[in-house]
């Protein structure tokens, strides 16, 4: 891996901030944490933030990553925001309704879908 490579890409539309997970494999702690703070600091300076997560790349995640979203998670609320996850493989959604945090999280299929439930 190359110093300095993105591990993920940000992008803000209509009161949104859609993050790309870049990585295939969300595996290394050093990549773990990299995303955890960036996304924290997301939350931190934006107050009500909606927030959507993209797994559109992702192929692997280790159960460190899955502590990444429970943090961004609690975060997030505690700041009165919403989060949404969207573009899941089956094989990762299994892993989720296996840990039953398909039910903690609001997970689309699609970007637009979740888009659309932050007006709700």
């Given at each position: 891996m190359q110093v300095g490579e993105p591990k993920i890409e940000v992008?803000?539309?209509d009161g949104i901030v859609q993050v790309e997970l870049l990585k295939e494999e969300i595996l290394?702690?050093?990549v773990i944490t990299s995303i955890?703070?960036?996304i924290l600091k997301l939350i931190d300076d934006n107050q009500g933030?909606?927030?959507l997560v993209s797994f559109q790349k992702v192929k692997h995640f280790s159960s460190s990553a899955l502590g990444?979203?429970?943090r961004i998670h609690k975060?997030?609320?505690?700041?009165?925001?919403k989060l949404r996850l969207c573009n899941i493989n089956p094989?990762?959604?299994e892993i989720f309704v296996i840990t039953k945090l398909n039910k903690l999280f609001m997970i689309f299929e699609k970007p637009d879908q979740a888009i659309m439930s932050f007006d709700r």
């Amino acid at each position: 891996m190359q110093v300095g490579e993105p591990k993920i890409e940000v992008t803000h539309h209509d009161g949104i901030v859609q993050v790309e997970l870049l990585k295939e494999e969300i595996l290394d702690e050093a990549v773990i944490t990299s995303i955890t703070d960036t996304i924290l600091k997301l939350i931190d300076d934006n107050q009500g933030l909606n927030l959507l997560v993209s797994f559109q790349k992702v192929k692997h995640f280790s159960s460190s990553a899955l502590g990444m979203l429970i943090r961004i998670h609690k975060r997030i609320e505690e700041g009165n925001g919403k989060l949404r996850l969207c573009n899941i493989n089956p094989a990762l959604y299994e892993i989720f309704v296996i840990t039953k945090l398909n039910k903690l999280f609001m997970i689309f299929e699609k970007p637009d879908q979740a888009i659309m439930s932050f007006d709700r």
